[in-house]
């Protein structure tokens, strides 16, 4: 490869171009530094992304945000998309249990139902169920409250039922992770303390939850959250930043012998140019391996071995989301609300949920017109049959068995909607489809990766002017993702010092 001559120094690099990388290099340029973000892939938003199928512009990535906190809408309001708010359709959702179909409880976090003798917690977990879980509300005030994981929190205040037909479908559904293998604080901020205050998960649970059905502690844009990812990058071009696209950062090293001294990075190009940008910062917003190794020769012993270890024991799962447009009269009756979640083990079924996109929001219903349907199907890796996932995880893998492995896909999605929805869907109903695959997409936070992520911010802690976030590390989903990369912008924009 022919190298070309040493960029100018610029203040920050970000690596990653997905929304925390995004968000963040939105942070530097509206400070008023020079930043240049370093994306791999053709375009930059990552996992919230959008396809035109069928003339219907649709999300086949993120489609909808937790509205805790307020971080997201805060941040969808200051890029001037505050009218484009929406809630879902309060029609709730389902799960698709072994035996049953039932309806998700309308008041709860994660499946914990934060009214147990409900109707709909009975038809879920069922009479005898119902009342063991009751028993959180007598049980002493701090039992289980140091257990480790969600699931067992749950099943020693609330029985196994509750793991098993509720916590369990809704927990892998978000986070492709069993409850038992699930840090509590990472998944469900606040709710040990909430038990602790309140005397039961129950109480906990009212605290937080919407009374609303399932769906209404989540919002979306209207036409899309792929707008949320075009307005950061119109903005940070508008302020100067530089985005660079189809490039992947290949070294990181200091570019002097001071503490204080530039960081060189490296990186190739499309036309397989290789190229340095020397930047007084980096902030690293990609997935743990990439980052463990460009910062490994880096990092000081003994912080690199021990982080390093726990890094390659990390658990990480494909995402494949399958999305069709189809034409079905019989779905205008939206047999399943805004969608299904699928519990372990229920025979016939590979995908671990759909979402009935159409049902869900009321503006692609009106744009999509009667008895036309946009329906998503999720899957792990795991999910995949091995033919498929294989043709589809090896990078430069042909068009041909790309297309073969897509084909296999889609007629199992819609199979497994068939089965879900309680509806015939065939071939001749399809008018469009697309297929999108994520490596290494999600990190499921459990106690050992929660060790993870304090190892390397400790040993990162010692490099001048490094950063780390990303769904990896501030876990899953646009509500976490989101303020992390804000805080850990700010973080550095104060330790930023131009070298002497």
């Given amino acids: 490869m022919k190298k070309t001559g040493v960029n100018p120094l610029v203040d920050i690099v970000v690596i990653g171009g997905g929304i925390a990388g995004l968000v963040a290099a939105d942070v530097f340029a509206r400070a008023g530094l020079s930043v240049t973000l370093i994306e791999e892939r053709a375009t930059v938003g990552g996992l919230v992304t959008s396809a035109v199928l069928d003339g219907l512009r649709l999300d086949v990535g993120a489609e909808a945000f937790a509205t805790r906190e307020g971080s997201v809408s805060d941040l969808a309001i200051d890029l001037g998309l505050a009218d484009d708010l929406v809630r879902p359709d309060p029609a709730g959702a389902w799960i698709r249990m072994p035996t049953k179909t039932v309806r998700i409880p309308r008041l709860g976090i994660l499946g914990i139902p934060g009214n147990p003798l409900a109707r709909d917690v009975r038809a879920a977990i069922g009479l005898k169920g119902a009342i063991r879980a009751s028993f959180d509300r007598v049980l002493p005030r701090g039992f289980a ?129 290789q190229r340095t940008v020397r930047a007084l910062g980096v902030l690293f917003a990609v997935p743990a391996l990439q980052a463990q190794t460009l910062l490994r020769e880096n990092l000081t012993e003994p912080q690199s071995t021990s982080a390093g270890r726990l890094l390659l024991d990390a658990k990480t799962e494909d995402v494949t989301i399958v999305t069709l447009v189809l034409i079905s009269a019989a779905l205008d009756a939206h047999p399943r609300g805004s969608g299904i979640i699928v519990a372990p083990e229920s025979p016939g079924v590979r995908a671990k949920a759909l979402t009935h996109s159409s049902s869900k929001w009321p503006w692609l219903a009106s744009v999509a017109g009667a008895g036309r349907h946009a329906i998503r199907l999720s899957y792990s890796g795991s999910q995949l049959s091995t033919p498929a996932k294989k043709s589809a995880s090896i990078e430069g893998s042909s068009a041909a068995s790309i297309k073969k492995a897509d084909a296999e896909l889609v007629a199992k999605a819609l199979a497994d909607a068939s089965v879900l929805l309680g509806v015939e869907l065939s071939a001749g109903d399809l008018r469009a489809s697309r297929v999108t695959r994520w490596s290494d997409a999600v990190t499921p936070p459990s106690p050992a990766h929660r060790e993870l992520v304090r190892a390397w911010t400790k040993a990162v802690a010692r490099l001048n002017r490094i950063g780390l976030t990303g769904s990896w590390i501030a876990g899953t989903g646009l509500a976490s993702v989101i303020p992390h990369s804000q805080a850990a912008a700010d973080q550095l924009i104060a330790g930023l010092q131009r070298p002497s």
């Fill in 145 to 273: 409250a140091e257990s480790a994981t969600l699931g067992e929190l749950v099943r020693k205040r609330m029985g196994q039922r509750v793991v098993d037909r509720l916590v369990a479908p809704i927990c892998l559904g978000i986070h492709s992770t069993h409850p038992n293998s699930l840090d509590i604080d990472a998944v469900a901020p606040s709710l040990r303390e909430g038990l602790r205050r309140t005397g039961s998960l129950v109480g906990a649970v009212k605290e937080r939850a919407t009374t609303q059905r399932a769906g209404g502690a989540v919002m979306g844009l209207d036409g899309g959250l792929w707008k949320l990812t075009e307005a950061l990058h119109e903005r940070i071009v508008r302020n100067g930043g530089n985005i660079l696209t189809s490039s992947r950062v290949t070294s990181l090293a200091p570019a002097g012998r001071a503490r204080t001294s530039a960081w060189q990075v490296g990186y190739t190009d499309m036309p397989g140019m």
